[in-house]
């Protein structure tokens, strides 16, 4: 049974950090893409930003240059790094994963909340 375990949400004052952390866990052959989304308040769920296995990268327009992506392949973890943040960045954020266990599926995280206060 393969998981995605997202942890770092919470509240955050405007122009804070906070950095988010998804381990995929289970028995599996490989990850390839990681990506993070989020669905704010009233609006469809976007990509916020997504890393292949070899560390080439895609932003949200609205995070460039405050958001950045990352991952450690030994611990199949990928995380989001946060500055910067706007009370429109408020929202539940999503890892997902592309995993070979066999054969090629996507995987969802359940979720964790971040609340940017004004």
């Known amino acids: 049974q393969v998981q995605l375990v997202e942890s770092g949400g919470g509240l955050v004052q405007a122009g804070g950090s906070l950095r988010l952390s998804c381990a995929a866990s289970?028995?599996?052959?490989?990850?390839?893409?990681m990506g993070w989304y989020r669905q704010c308040p009233g609006k469809q769920r976007e990509l916020v930003a997504r890393?292949?296995?070899?560390?080439?990268?895609d932003y949200g327009n609205s995070v460039k240059g405050r958001f950045t992506i990352s991952r450690d392949n030994a611990k199949n973890t990928v995380y989001l790094q946060m500055n910067s943040l706007k009370p429109e960045d408020t929202g539940v954020y999503y890892c997902?994963?592309?995993?070979?266990?066999?054969?090629?599926?996507?995987?969802w995280g359940q979720g964790t909340q971040v609340t940017v206060s004004s």
């Open positions: 289970g028995s599996f052959w490989s990850i390839g893409d």
């Open positions: 997902n994963a592309q995993i070979w266990s066999p054969g090629s599926h996507t995987y």
């Open positions: 890393i292949t296995r070899y560390d080439s990268t």
